[in-house]
């Protein structure tokens, strides 16, 4: 074995650190030793093993491993403290910075501190500053949002968060995006719409909360130029900033007819969630859509909006459709708790399968007395499979 790199490398790192005082440089020594004996070793165990490639190879590896140890476990602990290091920091700019922006937005602040917060250049500092910001800018008070955000301004945070949206890493963008849009800078918002048809779905979900935050008017409006396919994960999204901000709900039926089927799809989900039943009629253009799947979202949604002049037309297509369709056709018709539909309920419990007779009997049994009643008549006369399927609908403990 040559251990020819060691014996240069290790005088030529004396002689750099040469200037360091004499207890710096035994490390050096101390880790020559430690090498002038392991090759000692390995010699010694070569010598005493028959020449074999396979014996050199298990030896060899046995010392990249150990060397990898070494190396790996100072590494480890190094990078352990030095994230307990930038933790505490963090915590004690922020707690020094809380101060400094509630004493302002008291006009408490002096005109000293005010200077040093201007002035500062650390990105560590810079970065605390805006987390503190963004964490005050809660309440819904407009006075204290204008002065955070002049504030804001005045360290030239923003010019930060503009460059991180132009990053090339993702997670650096999302990061300016969170801050723009806390902030209502706008500056950058063709950039970022032209996130929304990045491959990185985290960084399109990012871009379109975002874009409601910065475009207050027209906060759906990234929707027109929705070409990705719009994930659950990103309505979820989506939808829960609804929930939580006072933003203005548009009136989704203006999406019905977008030619990305996804987009069609959220928009019937917030229809029905959101009860918009102004929109009844353009989402009973969509009865036949070619997509089975819209199809569906607009069965359950006019269901959901109570619309009984929609029955007729569901009954008209049922035949024409596949088993799961049928299927919701069925339960809709039940959630109505139409009684004048008994007779099409009844016709269907003539069919051999079993999802559509088990269909056909809970959506009687939903209504009432007068349902269960009817669905005991009729087990009289059933076959066994519907007899089995009406005592398993009427079981009291389901």
Same mark, same amino acid.
């Given at each position: 074995m040559?251990?020819?790199v060691?014996?240069i490398?290790?005088p030529?790192c ?5 200037f360091l005082?004499k ?8 880790i020559?030793?430690?090498i002038e004996r ?11 093993l028959?020449?074999?490639? !396979? ?5 060899? *590896?046995? @010392?990249?491993?150990?060397?990898a &140890?070494i190396? #790996? +476990? $100072?590494s480890?602990?190094f ?10 920091k963090?915590?004690?700019?922020y707690?020094?910075?809380?101060n400094?922006v ?6 408490a ?5 005010l200077?040093e917060?201007?002035k ?5 500092h ?9 964490a ?5 008070n ?17 010019s930060?968060?503009r ?5 090339r890493?993702?997670?650096k963008?999302?990061r300016g ?10 500056s ?5 719409l032209?996130? !929304? ?5 985290? *960084?399109? @979900?990012?871009?379109?909360?975002? &874009?409601?935050? #910065? +475009? $207050?008017?027209v ?9 990705k ?23 989704f039926h203006?999406?019905?007819?977008h030619?990305?089927d ?8 917030m229809?029905?969630?959101l ?9 009973l253009?969509?009865i036949?859509?070619d ?10 949604t ?7 002049d929609?029955?007729a037309?569901?009954k ?9 369709n049928?299927?919701?056709i ?7 708790? !139409? ?5 099409? *309920?009844?016709k ?51």
């Amino acid at each position: 074995m040559s251990w020819w790199v060691f014996h240069i490398i290790f005088p030529i790192c004396r002689l750099m650190f040469g200037f360091l005082p004499k207890e710096s440089l035994k490390v050096f020594d101390l880790i020559q030793s430690i090498i002038e004996r392991l090759e000692a070793l390995v010699n010694y165990i070569f010598e005493r093993l028959p020449y074999n490639a !396979l014996n050199r190879l298990i030896i060899y *590896l046995i @010392i990249t491993f150990f060397v990898a &140890l070494i190396v #790996l +476990l $100072p590494s480890i602990v190094f990078l352990k403290l030095y994230i307990t290091y930038r933790d505490r920091k963090y915590a004690r700019l922020y707690k020094k910075y809380s101060n400094n922006v509630i004493q302002y937005l008291m006009n408490a602040l002096g005109e000293a501190e005010l200077d040093e917060i201007k002035k500062m250049n650390s990105r560590f500092h810079r970065r605390v500053m805006v987390d503190v910001l963004m964490a005050i800018d809660k309440a819904e008070n407009k006075e204290v949002s204008d002065k955070i955000r002049s504030l804001y301004k005045e360290i030239k945070l923003d010019s930060d968060s503009r460059r991180k949206v132009r990053k090339r890493s993702w997670h650096k963008r999302i990061r300016g995006i969170r801050e723009l849009s806390h902030m209502r800078e706008k500056s950058e918002n063709q950039r970022i719409l032209d996130f !929304l048809q990045h491959g990185n779905e985290v *960084l399109r @979900i990012e871009s379109q909360i975002g &874009l409601i935050k #910065l +475009l $207050p008017f027209v906060p759906f409006a990234f929707l027109d130029s929705q070409e990705k396919s719009f994930t659950v994960w990103e309505q979820i999204n989506v939808f829960d900033l609804i929930r939580k901000k006072r933003i203005e709900i548009p009136e989704f039926h203006l999406w019905l007819d977008h030619w990305n089927d996804s987009v069609v799809m959220f928009s019937l989900d917030m229809i029905r969630i959101l009860k918009q039943k102004e929109a009844t009629p353009k989402v009973l253009e969509l009865i036949n859509h070619d997509n089975d799947r819209v199809k569906g979202k607009v069965i359950k949604t006019l269901v959901e909006l109570e619309n009984m002049d929609a029955v007729a037309q569901l009954k008209e297509m049922y035949l024409l459709e596949e088993l799961p369709n049928k299927l919701n056709i069925i339960k809709s018709i039940g959630q109505l708790r !139409l009684e004048s539909e008994i007779g099409f *309920l009844e016709k269907e419990l003539k069919e051999e399968d079993f999802k559509i007779r088990m269909e056909c009997c809970k959506s009687i049994a939903l209504l009432g007395a007068w349902g269960e009643q009817r669905l005991q008549n009729i087990a009289l006369e059933a076959d066994n499979q519907l007899k089995k399927i009406i005592n398993h609908v009427l079981d009291p403990r389901l």
